[in-house]
């Protein structure tokens, strides 16, 4: 089982489609085997004329006749019969009149089992149940259909000379048993109607039917259905849930490989298929890994490369007069904040931070706070508490820049805080020209810069963007009366 | 300035960079420092072995074993305070260097005055005996500040961000617990009263971080003395 489930898929399903139709064939013939047989719709010649007569003269009396098992039906006109009534019917029409003390002429038989020429069973060999014998039917035309004298003197093939009713075995209720077999010579009938003229001119007609006491046979055939179905619906569960699995496996470790890079590669296993899509998972992540190794190494080499000149620039410093000193130290911080903007930018990932809950509130507060120590207009108010789970640095860093635009642009940063239902609002209002409805999403997009004067790579805002969408909200710049307006949602 | 300064505390420099090296001799030097150099980290090991150090300030990047490594290897057998000096800037550099047993971090380019400043936090931390809590999380109060991320999580488990000012000033009240502080002795620990950056009225960080440490039904965390100063009245454990 553990080295078939390698397995090219087409070679799992052609084993489900083989153990189905190999289980399917198992349950209908241990069905067949082990349950009874149907039993036949049959009577026997001397049982149908014994209902007969009985019916017959309480219908002559004008009663209705009593006898359940079959259907009587009283009608004015003689029964539309198309069987030939001579051969064993005629036989059966002798003795039906003997019994009814009638004119052969007065009745009529017919039955279901006309095909070809054959509609009598017979038992032949009554050790062996169920043996019939079909006996030919219609050697004769039927030219003779009212030719009484003749059929009268015709001996009945229906009743054995030797029948003798004490004979048949009795069942353990004193019933005689449903399949008991029957004595030889005696005919058996089913699905036979017989019709004979009553006193007044109108027909009798008693129909036997179907031995509808045996339902248990389309139990039998349920049985079958719903066995079949079972098993097979079992088959199919095993069968998916093995296919299944591996592929759900697949899913999920594929969906770690895209949440961390560094996650552990996704096992080989399962259909061919799967394996191969595995390997090709495996092969991704790798070149992510060395691709993020790159790009880490690239990045620190980049800092270094260009932050070690402006360190020396910043020593030499202390070395010229205090004015000179400070425009060029201002210099060498707004080539540095270009750097670490880049840097930021390129190395923002928005997986690698843990999750923690967090004040809102109390980041906002230090952010402002900081900024009035380092001398700036920032001003902070709003909510006491408002707990969000995010990434602290990640969303220090999104606030941040958010405020350092506004006081770039803007000269002053009033930062609020308010909860509306789910989310946090954040919105910072700055004093400045304001952005212009046209140019509100474009300002959304790396390297982007309203004026050239102003110093930063143009990516503050994408930057903040972005970590703000990876927690499920959004930065927009909204309408102010004055200044620009930005507005920051967070889920809270 | 210093009153602790008898013998010039000697600081040991190791950085890749021959001019960063020589100009930073220069600032300690004139700030009154003994200072030497080393160009990577087997100099720098000889020349801990032959003159000893009260302090290193320790280049990230350079060619060999480079300086997280060495600053790991050094915090791990009780060696002088650090300070990382790193051309990798991010907060998240900064919390590796922290977390790793680095007493402080900077990026480069820096204020050369505030590395002085730093180093001399940093030293000044150092004689102190009790305060050893330089990278790991202290708790009190059901409070836990993490030194290194420079975190403070409140005991629902909510993280309350701080202002640089707020987290040192915290810093020096876990670092000394259960004494009353003067003004002063704040400003000292906390700020490195020799910043013009940080000069600030230490009531007005005091009156904030109250601030962010009140919850109802909790005790006094930070009382004032009349006249003395604030005390911090819980006993803080690692």
């Known amino acids: 089982m553990g080295e078939c489930r390698g397995l090219p898929i087409a070679a799992h399903l052609g084993l489900l489609l083989a ?33 007969f007569a009985e019916g017959y003269a309480q219908a002559d009396a004008g009663a209705v006749p009593d006898n359940a098992a079959m259907r009587w039906r009283v009608s004015p006109d003689a029964p539309d019969y198309v069987m030939p009534q001579h051969g064993p019917v005629r036989g059966l029409r002798v003795t039906l009149a003997q019994k009814l003390n009638l004119n052969p002429d007065r009745i009529r038989l017919q039955a279901d089992f006309l095909r070809g020429d054959m509609f009598v069973f017979r038992v032949r060999d009554p050790e062996r149940r169920g043996d019939f014998h079909r006996e030919p039917f219609g050697r004769g035309r039927d030219d003779d259909h009212h030719d009484s004298r003749e059929t009268e003197d015709s001996e009945s093939p229906l009743l054995a000379p ?164 400070d425009r060029i130290v201002k210099e060498i911080g ?70 350092d635009n506004a006081l770039k642009y803007g000269g002053v940063a009033r930062v609020s805080l308010r909860r509306e239902g789910a989310m946090a609002a954040v919105e910072v209002a700055d004093d400045g020209p304001g952005v212009s409805e046209a140019e509100r ?3 959304f997009e790396p390297f982007v810069r309203l004026t050239r004067a102003e110093s930063g790579a143009g990516l503050g805002l994408p930057a903040a963007r972005g970590i703000a969408r990876a927690h499920g909200g959004d930065v927009v710049f909204a309408d102010a009366e004055k200044g620009a307006l930005v507005r920051i949602t967070l889920p809270a | 300035m210093m009153a602790e300064s008898f013998s010039p505390a000697r600081v040991l420099i190791v950085d890749d960079d021959g001019d960063i090296r020589d100009g930073l001799v220069q600032v300690f ?29 320790l280049d990230l990047m ?32 900064r919390i590796v260097g922290l977390e790793i047993g680095a007493d402080d971090y900077l990026a480069k380019p820096c204020n050369p005055r505030e590395l002085v400043a730093r180093a001399r936090a940093v030293l000044r931390r150092g004689r102190d005996a009790s305060a050893d809590v330089s990278s790991e999380a202290r708790r009190f109060a059901g409070y836990r500040l993490d030194v290194a991320r420079r975190e403070l999580i409140d005991p629902d488990g909510v993280l309350i961000a701080l202002s640089t000012g707020e987290f040192r000033l915290l810093r020096a009240f876990v670092e000394h617990p259960q004494r009353v502080l003067s003004r002063e002795q704040l400003l000292d620990l906390a ?47 690692a």
């Not at chain 1, 241990?30 to 047989?37: E, G, N, R, S």
């Not at chain 2, 009263?193 to 005790?219: H, I, T, W």
């Open chain 1, 334 to 403: 707004e080539v540095e904040a270009l750097v670490a903007s880049f840097i930021a930018f390129a190395r923002d990932d928005p997986a690698e931070e843990a999750r923690v809950r967090l004040d809102l509130s109390a980041m906002l507060q230090s952010i402002a706070d900081d900024q009035v120590e380092a001398g700036r207009d920032v001003r902070f108010e709003g909510e006491e508490r408002l707990i969000v789970t995010g990434q602290p640095l990640g969303l220090k860093r999104l606030f941040s820049n958010v405020v």
């Open chain 1, 162 to 325: 030797s029948f003798n009713p004490e004979a048949i075995p009795v069942g353990p209720g004193g019933e005689p048993p449903r399949f008991a077999p029957p004595p030889p010579g005696v005919m058996l009938l089913s699905g036979f109607d017989v019709a004979a003229q009553l006193t007044d001119g109108r027909w009798l007609v008693m129909r036997q039917g179907r031995n509808w006491d045996d339902f248990a046979w389309f139990g039998r055939a349920a049985l079958m259905a719903g066995a079949t179905l079972a098993v097979l619906s079992l088959l199919a569960w095993w069968f998916s849930r093995r296919l299944a699995q591996p592929i759900r496996s697949f899913a999920d470790a594929v969906q770690a490989v895209g949440v961390d890079p560094q996650s552990a590669p996704v096992a080989e296993t399962g259909p061919t298929e799967l394996r191969g899509a595995a390997r090709a998972v495996n092969a991704m992540q790798a070149r992510l890994v060395s691709l993020i190794g790159d790009r880490t190494k690239t990045l620190a080499t980049v800092a270094h490369d260009m932050r070690t000149p402006l360190m020396r620039m910043r020593l030499a410093a202390e070395n010229v007069p205090p004015e000179q000193r």
């Open chain 1, 19 to 51: 153990l189905a139709f190999a289980s399917a064939f198992v349950v209908v013939l241990a069905i067949i085997v082990w349950l009874p047989p149907r039993p036949p719709d049959v009577i026997r010649a001397d049982q149908l004329i014994d209902a």
């Open chain 2, 62 to 93: 350079m060619p060999g074993e480079d300086g997280l490594s060495a600053c790991r290897r050094l915090a791990g057998k009780g060696g002088p305070p650090i300070i990382m000096l790193s051309a990798l800037g991010d907060d998240a550099d």
């Open chain 1, 441 to 443: 999403e474009a300002v």
């Open chain 2, 29 to 57: 030097e004139r700030a009154g420092f003994c200072a030497r150099s080393a160009a990577n980290v087997p100099a720098m090991e000889k020349a801990l072995a032959e003159h000893g150090a009260d302090l290193i300030v």
């Open chain 2, 191 to 237: 700020f490195a009263n020799d910043s013009d950056v940080f000069d600030r009225a230490v009531d007005v960080q005091v009156s904030r971080l109250r601030r962010k440490l009140e919850r109802p039904g909790q005790s006094e965390i930070i009382r004032t003395v009349r006249g003395e100063g604030y005390l911090f009245t819980p006993k803080p454990s």
